[in-house]
């Protein structure tokens, strides 16, 4: 199974982790199954920002974004060229290690 290593983010994962995936589940499910408790607002149906993630490694094994999650990635905080929304995000065969931002605009949560 397809590894997702989480850099440290102070609130979400002070330790960093590494988690199992399965292939073809979105980061976002394989990090909430695994007790990461990234924001995800809109309840996974690409309608806002709050689970955006930088994929530092292993980028080029995701699908290409689509047009509707393009035009929420321009919207989100710390946007990098890596950037996708971790609901949108499906896991394939590589490893990936992600970094979660450490603001999000969850105006909720605020």
Same mark, same amino acid.
């Given at each position: 199974?397809?590894? %997702?290593i /989480?850099l440290p983010?102070? #609130?979400?994962?002070? @330790?960093g982790?590494?988690? $199992?995936?399965?292939k073809?589940?979105t980061?976002?499910?394989?990090l ?7 924001d995800?607002?809109c309840?996974k ?7 955006? %993630?930088? /994929?530092?490694?292993?980028? #080029?094994?995701?699908? @290409?974004a689509?047009?509707? $999650? ?10 990098e ?11 394939a ?18």
């Open positions: 199974m397809p590894q %997702i /989480v983010h102070a #609130e979400i994962a002070p @330790e982790a590494s988690v $199992e995936a399965k073809g589940e980061v976002c499910d394989a909430l199954r695994n007790h990461i408790d990234i995800h607002a309840e149906s690409c309608a806002c920002t709050t689970c955006h %993630i930088v /994929v530092r490694e292993g980028f #080029e094994s995701l699908s @290409e689509d047009e509707l $999650e393009e035009d929420y990635l321009d919207k989100a905080w710390g946007l060229p890596e950037s996708r929304l971790s609901c949108q995000a499906f896991v065969d590589a490893d990936l290690v992600v970094e979660i931002p450490k603001y999000t605009i969850n105006h909720a949560r605020e």
